[in-house]
């Protein structure tokens, strides 16, 4: 018997690889190699592939299946019964024939998130609101957990929100020519890994040795002394978590006060610059935010704060904030602030100097961008035009009618009965899990498409198994990457897995809206439809002819000619040298440092210009009386959001099976915590274990630990619980970041953490619920 051996080339969100196999089993995979620093996180991949975790068949929650839909609390702690795939899509089409005809579409939540694969074809949002919309539409969601707020914002500010992010300045044109890196949040590379439909290479690390092989400087403002790499040798600015805002205001100040300002700049380029100066100066309030008013808020010493004013006044100087800064209460402050003190140096528009937001988020933010977009699937009209805030998704359920602001409009919000979810972990993204799971005892019926037995999963009531993008076919592409990948299958499904698409078609069909999704293509019809069309527009772009697709499927790889993207872009170039020439989408046509548009909404929790504003949750509360550490929840290292935990690289960071929480040696001392201890993270909303990591590179005060240990209550039933696997979501506040941005404000929270000394609970996080076999 011949064994066969295959390197197929695929990819994935966080960077391309190739599959090595041996017959129909993945042994290994390879890093690209064309990618200069390839993430680790592919070590995930292949341990997650026959993981306990996959849901192998179809399943019914058994309390759904025996009392019909409803609203239960019981989701979440009650035993799967198998079904036939048959018997499946009959119950799922009965149920969505019962919704639509009774409530409608209003009553049709299409709950999914994008991550799930890089796929085009396969895009898990696409495929399920595109089915949802052949049925009759459904409420979607707007915006994301990443930088909502920042989306709402900026438009105020400086006209279109794609305008700047898809043509930040070039990571080229930064490295030569920016003297002072200033970093709010820094530029963690373990971000970097990660852009929205996959990247062939992974260039920040070479961007930054290059800058600093240069000379420039590197400035990180932040509680974790690894937010930028080591070899750019930052001083380490470590202010109270949640203070940046005072900081930049003190640094402001620092530039008016000693005439350091650019009042040409802001003259021609800029708009109510003297409304915010005179709260600046204290003149609106009788608060001066000097340095040494900072000082007092934020930590960091006034002379401290009045030497990097001036620094960054001499030199080519270039801020970025990350978006973390914007994910927490008032988070919509940070980046209007960032803006307006890069306006206050007057470099913005000029080669290396300016403002950016989020080159340590994702790895996409000042790459080439793309003039003709990759391939992407129709999702049809939605009838539907009810949208929500993606963060608000517990205040849906929760407040079926109840009304809420969002950027100068007042909605309510819609009546659920049915929540569809396909790709995506709200138990990952969403804050206050007791609270979430609450609200998903409110519909009558949550129907999740998952390839592992997710906590999303566990709380459904109709669980159908899905492939993983190396158990089907599909096309990759980002709008920032010099590449096209055929993601071509290499193994079977696990079990009785199926795409989505199949799924979808089969359902629809049911329901008499089968040709209308499927147009009658196959999957490989359609991968080939959508690489045609984006052919097409390609053709003789400067000379440039796209492989014919059976080429191109053949080679497993398109390269796009650099000719094909924007580069060298400096942001606002144009707008700089002329601004009537070439305006801002705002009303003034400028750069809005005081917005008479925000201003007139008359929001206290986000005024009229730049402001900073005490959060309810800071070390400088009352509440931090009782809860001493500022927790920082923020992304992972070792994984996607959620995505693939159980992988070997993600369980290899796991402190004795436990998400690592790390805490600085002074704070840990108080506590008798020892590095490895399993301890107790709580507040007043939940609590979690954790696995301790005594180090100096984080802030005395601070804690950290990252989202996306996989829920794992020690009590299924009860929804206060505590999770002995680590989710930080058991402690983080579920509020909007301000009536205006209605953004995820997740990234911080108050705790207290103790040693925990009784006997172990063991961990389930990753076992499928139990199930219950009927004849």
Sequence with gaps: MTTIHSHLLHTSHWGAFRAETVGDTVVAIRPYEGDPDPSPILENIATSLDHRARIAEPMVRAGWLDRGPGPDSKRGAEPFVPVSWDVAIDLLSRELKRVYETHGGEAVYGGSYGWASAGRFHHAQSQLHRFLNVLGGCVRSTENYSNAALMRIMPHVVGSIRAYMDRATSWTVLERHTDLFVCF???????TQVTPGGSTTHPTRDHLMAAKRRGAEFVLIGPLRDDLPAFTEPRWLAPRPGTDVALMLGLAHTLTDEGLHDRDFLGRCCAGYDRFEGYLLGRSDGIAKSAAWAEEICGIPADAIRALARRMAQRRTFINVNWSLQRVQYGEQAPWMVVTLAAMLGQIGSPGGGFGHGYGSLGYVGRPHLKIGPPALGQEVNPVKTTIPVARVS????????TYDFDGKRFPYPDIKLVYWCGGNPFHHHQDLARLRRAFARPETIVVHEPHWTPMAKHADV????T??????DISGSTHDLALVAMRRVVAPHGEARNDYDVFADVAARLGAGEQFTENR??????????ESWREKNVGRDGWVPPQFDEFWGKGIVEIPAAQTHTEVVLYEDFRADPARAPLNTPSGRIEIFSETIDGFGYDDCPGHPTWLEPTEWLGAPLADRYPLHLIANNPKTRLHSQLDMGAYSQASKVAGREPIRLHPDDAARRGIVNGDTVRVFNDRGSCLAGAIITDGIRPGAAQLSTGAWYDPINPEDPN??????????????????RLGQGCSGQHALVEVEKWTRPLPPLKAFNPPPVERRG
């Design 185 to 191: 949040g820094g530029i963690p590379l373990k971000n």
């Design 395 to 402: 205040d849906m359920l929760l407040h079926p009618g109840e």
């Design 463 to 466: 669980v159908l198994p899905a």
């Design 468 to 473: 993983v993008t190396l158990e089907r076919n």
């Design 522 to 531: 196959t999957e490989m019809e359609w991968i080939r439809h959508l690489y």
């Design 721 to 738: 619980a505590m999770c002995v696997h680590g989710n930080p979501n058991v402690l983080t506040y579920d509020r909007g970041t301000s």
